[in-house]
């Protein structure tokens, strides 16, 4: 076994891989820490899903009888913005307390945090029902590195899974799931001073833009998730001012809440729009949610507040994660997303991860082992 490692400094030094996506190049970051967990006795596997796409599982421990208890983490960021940054975000700097870096609260850091807990514990881990690491690219742009394991049959099993998103340490239970849909209206072009011979695809968008304003869920809100959501984002149709358009494009966001099936939703905005528009889908992300009476849920909670001295109330995550994938794909075990990551931080400029978190944040994930592998 190498030298315990350290999270700050872990977390630095994945900070230094620049994994933006697009075009999301996590091979050398992925290969780096594959380096250092082989190191601490796990096994390793690299899964390429593009051109220098990379994602990577590993397991410690495994005993058959009971299931591992499963981290994941996304290796890409998003870019870096317009703006300015007071901070290299490459460099890992530290200013009081906090460490800066695009991706270091989403989620370099939470990475860190779960691969030193488990490095730390791995020796100890033999027989037990052991970890399963799902480190991932491409969740950004919808998930589609977690995608490639369930597809490609990668992911082994899990009998209960942690996201380590930011949420500065606090327990969440779930979170809305996404259905983005392009709506394609079409129409035949002519001169825009005889609009009589043509067929106008603006007017058809425009109609199912009305439609849309009205559409109704039908549904009951969910008790923490709260009401599903429609937003027409964006609209766009024709090439000149003097032609008849005979193509428009309605990008339409979806946020849906368990018990909502997306197929079912989407054919029934098929009907409700009728036939002059067509529906693809361009991000289809169920929802996550586990009953927070769960008992592994309830230990989590418990062991977060014996942890951080702090209780929060039934939580959940504004934005979706892996586990629209993973938690399917598992077939849906108990989801709890925990992470040391600032969310207000994610995606802004001069995004940073406070240090006191990082170091929680392997204090909790060590806990959480201990317990699931019946050592404490
Ligand atoms: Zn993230």
Partial sequence: ????????????????????????????????????????GLSVRLHAFGDRRTNLVATVGGNGDRLPLCFTGHLDTVPLGAAPWRFD????????????GRGSSDMKAGVAAFVVAASSLAERLT????????????????CDGAAALARDDVLGRAGALVVAEPTANAPLAGHKGALWLKAVTRGVTAH?????????????????????????????????LGKPTLNVGSVH??????????????????????????????????????????????VDLGPVWTDPRDPWFESVLNTVAAVTAERTGIRTAAYFTDASVLTPAYDGPPTVILGPGEPTMAHQTDEYCRIDHIEQAVEIYRRLILRWCGLA
């Fill in 237 to 282: 149709g024709g090439l000149n001012i003097n032609s008849v358009p005979d193509r428009a494009e309605i990008g339409i966001d979806i946020r849906t809440v368990p018990g909502l099936d997306h197929d079912r939703l989407r054919h029934g905005i098929a009907g409700y729009l009728g036939d002059d528009v067509e529906l693809e889908p361009l």
């Fill in 192 to 224: 825009g001073s005889m609009p009589e011979l043509g067929v106008n695809a603006v007017y058809k968008a425009a109609r199912a833009v009305s439609r849309l304003e009205d559409f109704g869920f039908n549904l009951e809100p969910h008790p923490h």
């Fill in 89 to 100: 975000p490459f460099a890992g700097e530290i200013a009081e307390g906090r460490l800066y």
């Fill in 1 to 40: 076994m190498t030298t315990p490692l350290d999270a700050v400094a872990l977390t630095r030094e994945l900070l230094a891989f620049e994994t933006i996506n697009p075009p999301g190049h996590e091979q050398a970051c992925a290969e780096h820490l594959a380096r250092s967990l082989e190191g601490a």
């Fill in 127 to 142: 027989g037990t029902p052991g970890v399963a690491l799902v480190i991932t690219g491409g969740e950004e742009t919808g």
